[in-house]
């Protein structure tokens, strides 16, 4: 059984030494952690010095890794420097990869280079995924920008339920340039997609199934991603009402039992 992460998103709640107890205890190798905010005001847990130090301890001692820093939303209201703090935080961490998304405005393609540029400073790389309320909304939009901008250190983040969402299909996955994909999110949903777009944001922010629960075909999926793709899970729920433990071990069985089941 290969090593899954534990996105924040999941858990949103919980504070990073929190989320990493957490993972360890339901057997997950590593966490994501959301760092920036995704719109000014809304829930994010950047630490400060004593912070960075305490979550450095607690993920020495759980033997948890931090992969990546989530969701910065590319707007044309973004400045790139105000990610330095949560990019600075994560390259101190040990961390990996910078998770975006963005709408579609005239500098999107200079102002998503320039966050790649800062990124591959700290030794960070950046991946963006594709959602079907923002203008960046096919994975075809994404590669296009990744090709466009130039960045070496940008991939194609395959979230399970945004690339169906968007159109996408495992072939799509199969058929992508070598290193266009390093990370890879999962869960399960309903096949049939929400009727509009307010759906579909509530069905990702809080409907989300557990792997096997669902219709998308994740089997399928995931034998299209590189051998080498990194693989987490989020699954953000409003209906789960069990307690933390409880649901990060039904989600670890969950995707475990995927991956024996399918043999991949």
Known sequence: MRSLGLGHFTFLNLSPTELVRLARAAGFGFVGLRFHPVAPGQLHWLPDAAGLAELTRVMDGEGVDLYDIETVVIDAELDPKALIPAMDA????????????????????????QICALADERELGVDIECMAWRGIASPAACLDLIDRSGAANAGYLVDALHHMRCGGTPADIAAMPPGSIRSAQLCDASFVAPGDAA??????????????????????????????????????????????????????????????????
Request: hydrophobic letters at 50%; one cysteine or more; glycine letters at 6%.
């Open 90 to 113: 994560a390259a101190a961490l040990g961390a990996s990869r910078v998770n975006t998304c963005a709408d579609d405005f005239p500098d999107l393609v200079p102002r998503f280079a």
């Open 199 to 264: 759906a579909m944001i509530a069905e990702a922010r809080g409907g989300r199934l557990l792997p096997g629960d669902g219709g998308l075909p994740l089997r399928d999926i995931v034998a299209a991603l590189p051998p080498d793709a990194v693989l987490s899970v989020e699954l953000p729920s409003a209906a789960d009402r069990r307690s933390a433990l409880e649901r990060a071990r039904a989600i670890y069985a969950a995707t475990a039992a995927l991956f024996q089941r399918e043999a991949i």
